[in-house]
């Protein structure tokens, strides 16, 4: 087992980032944020004052009106970049939301993103799927590959396959009532998962020859434990990119990168 790290692509957004003289600002906009979104915001915040870029740490109340979401977000420059961490509190409103902001989207939440991220647009991706497209660009060349992806959700799955599949590769999406899992993994050029099971995939379904990019995150006894059991696969000739220091801290370099492109 190789284990893959990002450390050369992060260099190359970190490079660009530190010679880059970035005006626009990010608007972090939340409600009631869970634990893990909070940890994600402050991450944020902290590659924000890494690089001197200027945020706006902005939390809505539950009974807040999409409009003044909306007018809120407008107010700032066009460049300025914005992201809103889902659920939201599971904000029943969120289609007015995607709908109505205009200034530039830094993680693939508006429709107008959307739609050109079903054209294959890297840039509009959001900022996670398009964290592990630039990464698999890094390493390989993943036309007429077979790729499987275990996650269907609109942050991840779904436009990840888009874009890949767009890429020339064949793409499958499972979930946790696909029938044949273990042979749609077994059988795959790529496996791309972020289910947040911890340890859930084991030697059983994987073979030599293999590219692995574990994207979910559990808490197992204070630790950050991946979707594979990576100590199950010493003995196989595969390459794995782990949760641990993986796509998760090339996400939000490639969510501040967005500021400039």
Same mark, same amino acid.
């Given at each position: 087992?190789?284990?893959?790290?990002?450390?050369?692509?992060?260099?190359? #957004?970190?490079?660009?980032?530190?010679?880059?003289q970035i005006? +626009?600002?990010? /608007?972090?906009?939340?409600?009631?944020?869970?634990?893990?979104?909070? $940890?994600?915001?402050?991450?944020?915040?902290?590659?924000?004052?890494?690089?001197?870029?200027?945020?706006?740490?902005?939390?809505?109340?539950?009974d807040v009106?999409?409009?003044?979401?909306?007018?809120?977000?407008?107010?700032?420059?066009?460049?300025?970049?914005?992201?809103?961490?889902?659920?939201?509190?599971?904000?029943?409103?969120?289609?007015?939301?995607?709908?109505?902001?205009?200034?530039?989207?830094?993680?693939?939440?508006?429709?107008?993103?959307?739609?050109? %991220?079903?054209?294959?647009?890297?840039?509009?991706?959001?900022?996670?799927?398009?964290?592990?497209?630039?990464?698999?660009?890094?390493?390989?060349?993943?036309?007429?590959?077979?790729?499987?992806?275990?996650?269907?959700?609109?942050?991840?799955?779904?436009? /990840?396959?888009?874009?890949? $599949?767009?890429?020339? %590769?064949?793409?499958?999406?499972?979930?946790?009532?696909?029938?044949?899992?273990?042979?749609?993994?077994? +059988?795959?050029?790529?496996?791309?998962?972020? #289910?947040?099971?911890?340890?859930?995939?084991?030697?059983?379904?994987?073979r030599d020859?293999?590219?692995?990019?574990?994207?979910?995150? $559990?808490?197992? +006894?204070?630790?950050?434990?991946?979707?594979?059991?990576?100590?199950?696969?010493?003995?196989?000739?595969?390459?794995?990119?782990?949760?641990?220091?993986?796509?998760?801290?090339?996400?939000? /370099?490639?969510?501040?990168?967005?500021? #400039?492109?």
């Amino acid at each position: 087992m190789e284990l893959l790290n990002t450390e050369k692509l992060k260099k190359q #957004i970190i490079d660009k980032l530190e010679k880059t003289q970035i005006n +626009n600002k990010i /608007l972090i906009l939340s409600m009631n944020p869970s634990s893990e979104e909070m $940890s994600y915001k402050n991450f944020i915040i902290k590659k924000c004052q890494q690089f001197g870029i200027d945020y706006v740490d902005k939390e809505f109340d539950s009974d807040v009106n999409p409009s003044e979401i909306i007018d809120f977000a407008n107010g700032f420059d066009k460049e300025d970049g914005f992201i809103l961490l889902l659920p939201f509190d599971n904000y029943k409103f969120l289609d007015e939301v995607r709908t109505g902001i205009k200034i530039k989207d830094l993680d693939g939440f508006t429709y107008t993103s959307q739609g050109k %991220a079903l054209n294959g647009y890297l840039e509009y991706l959001p900022a996670t799927p398009k964290a592990i497209a630039k990464f698999l660009q890094s390493i390989t060349d993943v036309k007429g590959k077979n790729i499987t992806i275990a996650n269907r959700n609109t942050l991840i799955g779904l436009p /990840l396959a888009t874009y890949l $599949s767009r890429s020339r %590769a064949t793409v499958s999406i499972i979930n946790s009532i696909s029938k044949n899992q273990k042979d749609l993994i077994y +059988n795959s050029d790529i496996f791309i998962s972020a #289910i947040g099971r911890a340890n859930h995939y084991d030697k059983s379904y994987f073979r030599d020859g293999q590219i692995l990019i574990d994207v979910g995150t $559990s808490y197992v +006894n204070g630790m950050i434990v991946g979707d594979i059991d990576y100590q199950d696969l010493s003995d196989l000739d595969i390459e794995v990119l782990t949760s641990k220091k993986g796509i998760g801290a090339l996400t939000t /370099l490639t969510l501040i990168e967005g500021l #400039i492109n």
